[in-house]
């Protein structure tokens, strides 16, 4: 298959991020494989996020990344509570998880921006402002310490799909700063981490249950 030649070509050749590819004559020749199928196998590894077009200069290798996982993702995801419960089960299980270690590496000025960030949330909230952008700047914030580059975009990846799917649901968006505060109070006093994350998610929960009973009772599923 085209595209696994291709991809074999990238790892025998050990390339990086950056790294251009041979031409497209030169690289199917390498590959064994017409011109026609080299063409089909880029763009399916672009949309991949493997490789990257750039217009004038050819083919490079792409940065890692989970965004091509999110846009790849079938419409069906984004339909009924099922789905946002298995998304925030993943979501709570990572962010729930890292916390401590994230409590262990936190520097004043790392406490100094998330305590930035959810007063900020909290002015926002107190004058009828959208919270979305800081809400996610604040999860992004917190487990930067831990300078784990894999933890991020799956942090990243995770938060944005659920907030396209809860931010569709009837009620008030996004979440109070409350919970975003006492996140932080909880890592300024050194405990009580694990249960303020589980608080925020608890919130996110509440606002679910009347949708799951509303689906179970279409469904004719006992209450």
Known sequence: MAQQRLRQYIDDHN??????????????????????????????LQAL???????GRGLFVSEFSFRPILEQLPYRVAIGGASLYEVLVVRE????????????????????DLTGLADEMERRELAGEPLGDLDKAFHERLYQPLGNGLVSSLIDLFWELFTRLFDSLPGEPGHPARVHKDIVAALGAGEGMSDAMVAHFSYIRHRLEPLASSRHDENGDPG
Do not use: W
Request: glycine fraction near 8%.
């Open 15 to 44: 390339l990086r991020p950056g790294d251009p590819l041979p031409s497209e004559a030169k690289l199917a020749e390498s590959l064994g494989i017409s011109r026609i199928s080299l063409r089909e196998a880029t763009r399916s």
């Open 93 to 112: 299980a990572l962010e729930v998880g890292l916390i401590e270690m994230v409590s262990k590496c936190l520097t004043p000025a790392d406490l100094d």
């Open 49 to 55: 996020g493997v490789i990257n077009a750039i217009s």
